[in-house]
């Protein structure tokens, strides 16, 4: 009895150290709370020309919420195979995602770099080059991947000094996975004979987006990748709006707007999971835009779906491995591309000598193709033929790549024309109006609807002086202001 009444005294006095315990940890927590909420206030006021009338009533009942501590740690379990079922914690180092579902959540990883940091320039490119409207439907979420806890420190106070509102308004989350729950990094096989340091770092890159990919599962229906020294385009997000709704109905993996790295690649989120446990599964074997390829073919999209013009521009200048430089940009890249082109339905050929497979409508097409045609002649001819009679506002062609520059029309016109005659395969006009002459292997005109009077059926793309190079077009875009009827 009394061993019984000695042991029960003892667990007493346990429960009362554990309660005191714990009474002590919500204390310091609600104090954390407190601070950060103020910290973030005072910095929203730094810069308050800048606040989005929109945010106020939301910072104004963010206020009122206490902050709840359990928002600050996110777990999931069984991630990958490596040894079983594995616990991951993130930590909240500024931000908790609202409830709402968003349509699109960037993300991008960063780490300290030897020389130069572009992190902030990124984010304030993402805020400032969308809408009011197109903020309402993003999400960014930064991962700060080092595990230099002075740095993190350090990044995570310019950017909530800077980005206090975005932050506030739940638009905006920084998060970091502690150097615990990262596989093993030293000692990993050298594939590609790369040196052992360069495996390391490509290695824990894997593993940086895969954490940062199961992340942001929840949080969107859709998700796109950026580094994170990017510049974006104009209301990328319509851009990007536009594009899916056009590929309605048709089955894709990756949609990409940039064909630089890991910029721009954009999933469905449901995806998410599953490009998460391939990085981890093969997170030492080769580089992550080497694994995305093999990741889309192994889902059955055998051929890369990437748009014109790119949303997304590369501008680091020094590469986060080791300080190397990094020139690399993007030539499809446009600062203005919230303007993409309807191209509207038509039927297109050609009196040219295709080269093998890169058939006439590979120019039309918004995707990363084109035509390639042998040395055409005087009086070859590509031409369009839309379904309707339309009202056109601009057109722009590119003719040669970068790879291949003198693949170029060296001597043409554009011809816009009316009244079609034929049957459907061998359609055409019967009268043409020329536009211009190309210069330089390009051609563009605006305010086309002052200029041609009629409805146009059909265009085409003359060579008025032959040439022995070779002619790729690379791209048609033809931009509408509204479609007539027969």
Not at 310 to 315: A, K, T
Not at 339 to 348: Q, R
Request: hydrophobic residues 35%; charged residues 25%; glycine residues 6%.
């Amino acid at each position: 009895v009394t061993l019984l009444y000695a042991f029960l005294h003892m667990r007493h006095n346990l429960k009362y150290f554990d309660k005191m315990r714990c009474l002590r940890k919500r204390s310091a927590v609600s104090f954390l709370g407190v601070l950060v909420i103020c910290l973030l206030f005072m910095n929203l006021y730094i810069e308050d020309g800048y606040v989005l009338e929109g945010d106020k009533q939301l910072i104004r009942e963010t206020a009122t919420h206490q902050l709840n501590p359990e928002r600050y740690v996110h777990t999931f379990k069984d991630l990958s195979n490596f040894s079983g079922s594995i616990n991951i914690s993130y930590r909240y180092l500024a931000g908790t995602p609202l409830p709402r579902k968003r349509y699109l959540t960037i993300g991008l990883s960063s780490v300290k770099r030897k020389k130069g940091n572009y992190l902030l320039e990124t984010i304030k490119s993402i805020f400032e080059q969308s809408s009011y409207e197109e903020l309402k439907e993003i999400a960014v979420v930064v991962q700060l991947a080092d595990f230099d806890s002075a740095w993190c420190e350090g990044m995570v106070q310019d950017i909530s000094q800077k980005f206090a509102h975005h932050i506030i308004a739940g638009r905006l989350i920084v998060i970091h996975v502690p150097e615990e729950y990262y596989p093993v990094l030293d000692g990993l096989k050298r594939n590609y004979n790369d040196p052992e340091d360069r495996v390391k770092f490509r290695s824990k890159q894997n593993v940086d987006y895969a954490f940062l990919l199961n992340f942001c599962a929840n949080l969107s229906d859709y998700y796109v990748m950026l580094e994170d020294d990017v510049r974006c385009s104009k209301n990328f997000l319509t851009a990007v709006k536009k594009v899916i709704t056009s590929r309605e109905g048709s089955y894709w993996v990756t949609l990409e707007f940039s064909k630089l790295g890991y910029i721009g690649k954009l999933y469905h989120s449901h995806d998410l999971p599953r490009l998460a446990h391939f990085l981890l599964m093969f997170y030492q074997e080769m580089p992550c835009d080497w694994l995305l390829i093999h990741f889309r073919g192994l889902l059955a999209q055998k051929e890369v779906i990437r748009f014109k013009p790119s949303l997304f521009q590369h501008m680091g200048y020094y590469s986060s491995y080791k300080g190397a430089e990094n020139k690399l940009k993007d030539d499809d890249f446009e600062e203005e591309s919230f303007d993409i082109p309807d191209n509207p339905p038509a039927n297109l050929h050609t009196n040219m000598n295709v080269f093998e497979n890169y058939e006439a409508s590979k120019a039309y097409s918004s995707i990363d193709e084109y035509f390639w045609g042998k040395a055409p002649s005087t009086g070859d001819f590509y031409g369009i033929v839309f379904e309707k009679p339309i009202k056109i506002t601009k057109i722009k062609v590119v003719t040669g790549t970068e790879d291949r520059q003198n693949d170029i029309l060296q001597h043409g016109a554009l011809e816009v024309g009316e009244k079609i005659v034929g049957s459907k395969k061998g359609r055409q006009c019967t009268t043409y109006l020329r536009l211009g002459e190309f210069k330089n292997g390009n051609f563009e005109i605006t305010d086309l609807e002052h200029k041609v009077l009629f409805d146009i059926n059909c265009m085409r793309i003359l060579v008025t002086k032959s040439q022995k190079e070779w002619l790729i077009i690379r791209s048609i875009s033809v931009w509408t202001s509204q479609t007539s009827v027969q």
